[in-house]
């Protein structure tokens, strides 16, 4: 029997997360580069190629958890910040590298980087590419839980998030990254409009019985 998917985890393998562009390979295409910098405007948010690799984590309806160790630098970075969730090694090196090149976050770096830090932090991560430890990523609030086994503490959470009702957390995902910039009125409206649905879901039922001990939770299939 298929297993409806729960999480997702992110990660790397050998020796880093994500050392960012290969630069040697992509400007030797620079028909490529420009086909794939134009906008998609049928995509909500209208992004391009770049920006869409990692902004796509956002449009999956499950919670995605990112498992970072050594490098994690310029469009490694920017993927990393497009999960949900980052479990990341307290030596693992973090840079928004871009600002090396005489460049700027455009995998929607700078969407990412404005939920998660001040403004001022995130101008000075851009300006400075400053390279920092995964520690003091912590700090700055870009990782969400440090783990020297990052792929084991990600599983840990998605187990943890496994338990709860699907629909919650998608509802949740769904609330936070479609208002997190929007104003009073329309986030309270989108609030109805989810917990309305919720209401009447099997799975909150299935929730409810398993929190007040009745049964273990068995949730079906996403309703929306």
Same mark, same amino acid.
């Given at each position: =029997? ?6 997702? /985890? ?14 040697? $390979?992509?400007?030797? !295409? ?16 209208? %992004?391009? @190629?770049? #920006? +869409? ?8 309806? /499950? ?5 970072? &160790?050594? &490098? ?8 990393? *910040? ?13 840079? /928004? ?8 976050? !455009? =995998? ?7 939920? *998660? /830090? ?7 991560? %851009? =300006? ?20 020297? !086994? ?6 840990? *959470?998605?187990? #943890? ?5 699907? !629909? ?10 479609? @208002?997190? $910039? ?11 409009? +989810?917990?309305?649905?919720? *209401? ?25």
């Amino acid at each position: =029997m298929t297993r409806p998917l729960r999480a997702v /985890v992110l990660a790397g393998e050998g020796d880093a997360f994500c050392a960012g562009l290969d630069f040697g $390979t992509v400007l030797r !295409d620079p028909a490529g580069i420009a086909k794939a910098f134009a906008p998609r405007p049928w995509r909500r948010g209208g %992004t391009n @190629t770049f #920006q +869409e690799a990692p902004w796509a984590f956002r449009r999956i309806p /499950v919670p995605v958890i990112a498992a970072v &160790h050594g &490098h994690c630098l310029g469009g490694g970075l920017q993927i990393a *910040l497009a999960a949900d969730f980052r479990v990341a090694t307290p030596d693992s090196r973090w840079s /928004v590298l871009e600002g090396k090149w005489g460049l700027i976050p !455009d =995998m929607s770096g700078i969407r990412s980087l404005s939920e *998660l /830090v001040g403004i001022d932090q995130a101008k000075l991560l %851009t =300006m400075t590419a400053e390279v920092f430890d995964g520690s003091r990523a912590h700090e700055l609030g870009l990782v969400t839980r440090l783990d020297h !086994d990052p792929v084991a503490g990600a599983e840990r *959470l998605a187990r #943890q998030l496994a338990t709860r009702s699907p !629909d919650a957390l998608a509802a949740a995902k769904r609330l936070f990254d479609g @208002t997190w $910039t929007a104003s009073p009125r329309r986030t309270f409206a989108r609030e109805r409009v +989810e917990q309305a649905f919720l *209401l009447a879901a099997r799975n909150t039922k299935a929730a409810r019985e398993a929190a007040f001990g009745k049964s273990e939770p068995v949730y079906g299939p996403r309703g929306r």
